[in-house]
């Protein structure tokens, strides 16, 4: 496909969809490598007009009653789950995740539109009579002003309504830079709340790099950020909204462990395991990437695991039968290839090496990769891959499990899994 027979996307500005002046970027779909659309990034100007739009429509939103706020996310809700099948066919063009995948995702972003529903109850204070001699307390929640969040590739659908739909519906303006490898879902999802009636201002959406974001955190009318994404820009963002008074919530990386024990239900383990491991091509904050199998579980879990990776289909993300599609994007895929060139290089046995699902196609994709014998100082054991790269960790004791994941630096999550209600509960 020639990039220019694609569209070039816009801003959502005060109400209206606006082109950008500035240079636009490509965006490929990762099955194929075609470009699908141009996205243009933000300059500071645009920001600035961005934020000023949206700071003013919160000045008449914020007196809006919260009951009536609401009504647009009961509208919002209801063409969601109209036009859920068109939002996760986007997603899945652009993101590479399975059609199915991308279903559940945007399943999962209409449940927190349902819970901003319920913002009447969720925002009431509290009081307590006479809380010292001649005095009443009163606890009151009022919107803040603008709000901007910047989102990440791997979740374009849900994790942005982890954010707008709470912010708008307790009365504040809110401001989306999405990732702008994803940007066709939050354009498409951006279309259908202006049709579900949110006025104008009260919602934009900007594309851009760190530019946009920069802009975005110095601006003195954007009182608020929101990030989810990778530590390093986390700590980042963390720390520039800090130095501008702004509140700040940065969500980083992870490296989450699956503990087994040899009590362990194997099949459902190794079905749980694939799932966590290689569901959308591991591009997830909660993907398990290192398994520890205690004492005797190593051989046994690692034959039908392995034998489950190789049968794993990976190709296009909306053909049926797709089992794993392809990372976002060429620059992704081979940062991940390279994680898996240090696992050889560091010692590492593979099991099975996904770089050969790679062959022959213009897509994104990896296989899976399992790496067996794996030692805590490894590359491939302590750093975030963010793709289907699974390091095995052996240990003897359930004592030895728990202090290996104690010392990774990283969250999100663990795991167990066991048949033994003590080694749970000692978990």
């Not at 190709?315 to 898996?340: C, F, Q, W």
């Not at 728990?402 to 795991?415: C, Q, R, W």
Request: aromatic share 6%; proline share 6%.
């Amino acid at each position: 496909m020639i990039a220019s027979d694609v569209r070039t996307l816009k801003f959502f500005v005060n109400g209206k969809w606006e082109d950008s002046a500035s240079q636009a970027h490509p965006v490929t779909n990762p099955s194929t490598g075609e470009v699908i659309a141009h996205v243009p990034f933000a300059t500071a100007v645009e920001v600035d007009r961005v934020a000023r739009a949206a700071h003013q429509a919160f000045l008449k939103w914020r007196e809006v009653p919260v009951v009536e706020r609401v009504q647009v996310m009961y509208r919002y809700k209801t063409l969601l789950e109209k036009y859920t099948d068109d939002v996760a066919r986007v997603l899945a063009t652009e993101n590479g995740k399975v059609f199915d995948d991308a279903r559940t995702e945007v399943k999962r972003a209409i449940q927190m539109v349902e819970v901003a529903c319920g913002m009447p109850t969720l925002m009431m204070g509290d009081s307590l009579e006479n809380v010292s001699r001649g005095i009443d307390s009163k606890t009151i929640r009022q919107p803040l002003g603008v709000c901007a969040g910047i989102t990440p590739f791997n979740f374009p659908a849900m994790v942005p309504m982890w954010m707008f739909p709470f912010a708008i519906a307790c009365g504040n303006s809110f401001i989306l830079k999405p990732s702008e490898k994803v940007p066709m879902t939050p354009t498409r999802t951006a279309e259908l709340l202006d049709d579900a009636g949110v006025p104008a201002g009260v919602y934009n959406v900007i594309h851009g790099g760190k530019a946009s974001v920069d802009a975005l955190i110095a601006h003195p009318l954007v009182r608020a950020i929101s990030f989810v994404g990778s530590s390093p820009v986390a700590k980042y963002i963390y720390e520039e909204s800090a130095k501008h008074g702004k509140r700040v919530q940065a969500l980083g990386g992870a490296k989450n462990h699956l503990v087994v024990m040899p009590d362990a239900d194997l099949d459902k383990s190794v079905e749980a395991i694939m799932s966590s491991a290689f569901g959308a091509a591991g591009e997830r904050c909660l993907a398990g990437s290192v398994l520890v199998p205690v004492g005797g579980a190593a051989g046994p879990l690692l034959e039908k695991l392995v034998a489950a990776a190789k049968a794993l289909e990976v190709g296009d993300s909306m053909k049926a039968g797709t089992g794993m599609g392809p990372l976002v994007t060429g620059e992704h895929r081979n940062k991940v290839a390279g994680y898996i060139e240090k696992g050889v290089a560091e010692g590492a046995k593979p099991l099975c090496d996904g770089r050969k699902a790679a062959a022959g196609s213009d897509g994104f994709f990896l296989g899976p990769t399992i790496f067996d014998h794996v030692t805590p100082a490894m590359s491939i054991a302590r750093e975030e891959i963010f793709g289907p790269v699974l390091s095995v960790i052996r240990v003897k004791t359930l004592d030895d499990a728990i202090a290996l994941v104690n010392s990774s630096e990283f969250g999100n999550t663990t795991s167990i899994f066991t048949g033994d209600g003590k080694s749970a509960r000692e978990y």
